[in-house]
């Protein structure tokens, strides 16, 4: 079974761009959670996807947004890039509920100049 | 808010030894306590999940306890090896769905 997969890999942006981030979850898991890992703040909860529904939302600007699809795929999106958004961007995917085991993806290296 | 910390921040300590991470998080009203590995530039690595009901969980060499009522967790890496030299994280899930993760312990296995 193949594993959480992100695109692109790596990407260099400019401040006041704006960057799309996708995520494929494991086969079957309908929940994808985004999450930005840096290194003064470490990993922080960016929002979580279920069945194309955002279940829940962490203490970000609404410069971060994301959607997911019927397939369960999901996409997050940071407008009006700012040098502090370089970051390690990671995708999670779970089964269904709360109760589940979260698997992550390689994530992002987005660095903005 | 919940407040996750881990201790210590960085273990070194020489191949074949036993040891313990520690996880504490300030609020009990939890879904699951989650065990991850990072190894450098790389991905999380599920260890071990621990329901609010459960008290431990095991997987090969790695055992991990919960008491919800102080706050605690911990995981026990049995006879430790150069390949377990990574950074664990410990994550928690709240009763109202975000997750908060620990500031994370660097453990180096000296061969």
């Known amino acids: 079974k193949a594993g959480v997969t992100q695109t692109p890999r790596y990407l260099i942006k400019t401040r006041g761009q704006q960057v799309t981030l996708s995520c494929s979850p494991i086969?079957?898991?309908?929940?994808v959670s985004w999450y930005q890992q840096t290194p003064g703040q470490g990993l922080q909860f960016l929002f979580e996807?279920?069945?194309?529904?955002?279940?829940n939302k962490g203490n970000f600007p609404g410069r971060f947004s994301g959607r997911q699809f019927s397939n369960s795929r999901s996409e997050m999106n940071v407008s009006t890039l700012e040098l502090g958004d370089s970051a390690l961007y990671l995708c999670?995917?779970?089964?269904?509920?709360?109760?589940?085991?979260?698997?992550f993806g390689p994530g992002t290296r987005l660095t903005v100049t | 808010k919940q407040e996750v910390t881990q201790i210590p921040a960085a273990l070194s300590v020489p191949e074949g030894e036993n040891l313990v991470l520690n996880c504490s998080f300030t609020?009990?009203?939890?879904?699951?306590l989650q065990w991850f590995r990072q190894d450098p530039g790389k991905g999380l690595t599920s260890l071990l999940l621990i329901q609010s009901s459960q008290r431990e969980q095991t997987s090969g060499r790695l055992n991990a306890s919960l008491d919800k009522s102080s706050g605690r967790s911990t995981l026990y890496i049995a006879a430790s090896q150069p390949g377990d030299s990574a950074t664990y994280l410990c994550a928690v899930r709240n009763t109202g769905n975000q997750f908060y993760f620990g500031t994370g312990t660097s453990l180096t296995v000296i061969p």
């Open positions: 999670a995917s779970s089964l269904a509920g709360v109760a589940y085991e979260q698997y």
């Open positions: 609020d009990s009203a939890i879904y699951n």
């Open positions: 086969s079957g898991h309908r929940s």
């Open positions: 996807y279920f069945s194309e529904t955002q279940r």
